[in-house]
């Protein structure tokens, strides 16, 4: 990567170091950092790679339903745990409506002209405006103020304890979504590898994924075999006699790995239900 580093001084007050990435066609890519002890290179190459994790979990969250909610069951959480304080959550939520009103009525004060000549009623007409804005906006500003004194004596971050009984709240049970998540990430992998092998015989590498997936959805028999100890899996037929070809070369190379179908003795073979 071509990296070009200097510092910046964000906002007057706090100061950064900005990292930029050079690409090919001269487009910069910036990297805002306040780690002053890595060096550019290795501070590049981590944020850069939460690009690739990013469009993991955009694939997992598309294909694999990474998200789904998989049970309703709850458990208890600890009276240790922090939390954030509802009353300083209502307490912030005022705050920034008020703020937002306040922020109106300057900008509505900053706006008002006097437009036309200077007779009498339009300047008293004027003068009541900018009055009454005035007064609307030293009244906010103080309502202001006092929330923002109250907020001061309201910690944000309490523990579970010391909720009061009808506030507090139970987690939703990880243990069944923790197992289910694995596999799907063991699978995520295994399509990985496969993807990989299919990707020197694909004009565009990145349909290897696509068809995959149609493969993984296309109906195939199932023919068991104890005597000769082997599980034949005979996929149907593809959209095309392209992909066909690619899903049978895929079969060659999943046979040459002698795979045994979990907890029996049966070695998988797959194949086309013509071949």
């Known amino acids: 990567m071509k990296l070009a580093e200097r510092g910046s001084w964000l906002g007057g007050k706090l100061w950064v170091r900005e990292i ?22 290795q501070i590049a190459v981590q944020m850069f790679s939460r690009w690739s994790q990013e469009n993991y979990f955009k694939y997992m969250i598309e294909h694999y339903n990474l998200d789904r909610l998989v049970e309703y069951e709850t458990e208890p959480l600890a009276e240790t745990t922090r939390v954030v304080n509802p009353a300083h959550r209502k307490l912030e939520g005022q705050i920034k409506s008020q703020a937002a009103k306040l922020s109106r009525r300057r900008a509505q004060f900053g706006a008002l002209m006097l437009e036309g000549e200077l007779e009498v009623s339009p300047v008293e007409g004027y003068q009541k405006r900018q009055a009454d804005l005035q007064e609307t906006i030293e009244l906010l500003a103080k309502d202001l103020d006092t929330l923002k004194q109250q907020r001061q004596g309201v910690a944000r971050p309490i523990t579970l304890g010391e909720l009061p009984e009808k506030e507090r709240f139970a987690q939703l049970a ?102």
């Open 20 to 41: 930029r990435k050079l690409t090919e066609t001269g487009h910069q890519t910036a990297v805002i950092s306040t780690d002053f002890q890595s060096g550019a290179s």
């Open 174 to 275: 990880g243990g069944r979504k923790h197992l289910l998540d694995t596999i799907k990430m063991i699978a995520y992998r295994a399509e990985t590898a496969m993807a990989a092998l299919l990707r020197p015989s694909l004009s565009r590498t990145e349909e290897a994924r696509s068809l995959l997936r149609e493969i993984f959805t296309t109906e195939a028999d199932l023919f068991p075999d104890e005597k000769e100890g082997t599980l034949t899996v005979s996929l149907h037929h593809l959209a095309n006699a392209s992909s066909d070809h690619l899903a049978q070369e895929l079969s060659q190379h999943l046979n040459a790995s002698a795979t045994v179908f979990p907890g029996t003795n049966l070695r998988l073979i797959y194949k086309l239900v013509s071949c």
